[in-house]
């Protein structure tokens, strides 16, 4: 088992740019979730999804879409990039949402 | 005030010594609670969960004070490979999890 991948590890965006960052697992996991994580600031949740088909919003959604349409494969979109999102973004999955979360190695990605 | 609230440290601690950080929250409809590590750029793991009657897993024990809305890990014979943040993390319900900013442990030899 790969367990949970993101991709890419890092990326240089300019101001307006979009992009997409992946994640995938092999778990099987019918939950998923999206974090950024800055500096004295913790994990906070962007969007998560119970199961293929179904997304909801976190913490901090703005400027984030997301989509769930397999299983195994939960994209985070930035429609038009600030350098406000400058951070490191985790994705986790877990079976049932409550319990232990398996976290992806992380996408840090830079805004300029 | 934040949700969940940590003492950044560092907490500098001899090899071998015993270490106690406390992680406090605000949502007394919490549900449950765990303690998290993060090795520096990396992703967080799961410690361990934390039970109400309190729990051991190893050199490590959690306790939950839900009157006084606190949860605390405490580490025994601290290694050096104990040096990390770890993470205080409140399950809201729904799989909403609510991190605390970390407390950094560094055992010195």
């Known amino acids: 088992n790969a367990g949970v991948t993101q991709t890419p590890k890092f990326q240089v965006l300019k101001t307006g740019q979009s992009m997409t960052l992946q994640c995938a697992q092999d778990?099987?996991?019918?939950?998923m979730s999206w974090y950024r994580q800055d500096p004295g600031m913790g994990l906070r949740l962007i969007h998560y999804s119970v199961g293929a088909g179904i997304t909801d919003q976190g913490e901090v959604p703005n400027g984030y879409n997301v989509s769930r349409s397999t299983t195994e494969d939960f994209p985070l979109r930035l429609l038009s990039a600030a350098p406000s999102q400058t951070s490191v973004y985790f994705c986790?999955?877990?079976?049932?949402?409550?319990?232990?979360?398996?976290f992806g190695p992380g996408t840090r990605l830079l805004v300029l | 005030r934040k949700e969940v609230e940590q003492d950044p440290g560092p907490f500098n601690v001899p090899e071998g010594a015993t270490v106690a950080f406390n992680c406090t929250y605000s949502?007394?409809?919490?549900?449950?609670f765990f303690w998290y590590r993060q090795d520096c750029r990396k992703e967080p793991k799961l410690l361990m969960s934390v039970y109400s009657s309190g729990n051991e897993d190893g050199r490590f024990t959690a306790q939950l004070n839900r009157a006084s809305q606190y949860i605390s890990l405490l580490i025994r014979d601290s290694k050096l490979s104990d040096s990390a943040t770890y993470l205080c993390?409140?399950?809201?319900?729904?799989?909403?999890?609510?991190f605390g900013a970390g407390t950094q442990v560094v055992v010195t030899p």
């Open positions: 778990m099987n996991h019918e939950y």
């Open positions: 986790a999955s877990s079976e049932q949402g409550g319990e232990t979360q398996y």
């Open positions: 949502n007394s409809a919490s549900q449950s």
């Open positions: 993390v409140v399950n809201k319900g729904w799989g909403k999890l609510q």
